[in-house]
């Protein structure tokens, strides 16, 4: 089991190449979905200081909410709404660097400033969402959507 205190240090790039080994060992052996994916959003939250990181899976041809680090979330998103619907339309990853100019963003927070959403494909169906949003405008970059993309690829196979 990994250590319960997180602390990354170095460049982006540095601290996803330090976080993401500790994920997959809270992850391996597990069995529970929803266990795994409550320990990789509260790794995320402790090791980026994220505003919000969470998991939606498609449920009934809706996004549902699961596991989530952060405030009160939107409990279901439909297909092609918001940021993490259209993510799950397009089957791609969307980096939001401003909510506001997003056409159709869903404000679940008004403290959430930028945003970024991968989705989570297995069998090449989208399955969930991993949504991250930020405090901060234009928080996300090129490094945070090639990490978390590799995470999400890695993780579908424990989903």
């Known amino acids: 089991m990994a250590e319960a205190n997180i602390l990354l240090t170095g460049t982006k790039s540095e601290k996803y190449t330090q976080l993401l080994p500790l994920i997959r060992s809270l992850v ?7 266990a795994n994916l409550a320990n990789v959003s ?3 939250k402790q090791g980026f200081n994220f505003f919000w990181v969470g998991f939606y899976l498609v449920k ?3 996004l549902v909410l699961g596991p989530f680090q ?3 979330a939107c409990t279901r998103i ?3 709404r918001g940021v993490c619907g259209t993510a799950w339309k397009e089957a791609t990853t969307i980096l939001v660097p401003n909510v506001d100019e997003f056409p159709g963003h869903i404000a679940c927070s008004s403290d959430s400033k930028s945003e970024i ?3 989570i494909i297995k069998n090449e169906q989208v399955i969930g969402v991993l ?3 930020s405090d901060q405008l234009n928080d996300f970059d090129e490094t945070d959507k090639q ?3 590799q995470l999400c690829q890695w993780l579908s196979d424990y989903l």
């Open 28 to 34: 391996e052996g597990e069995k529970d979905s929803i």
């Open 42 to 44: 509260a790794a995320l």
């Open 60 to 62: 009934d041809n809706e």
């Open 131 to 133: 949504d991250v949003d």
């Open 70 to 72: 952060g405030p009160i």
């Open 78 to 80: 439909q297909h092609g």
């Open 117 to 119: 959403v991968i989705p």
């Open 147 to 149: 990490y978390l993309t």
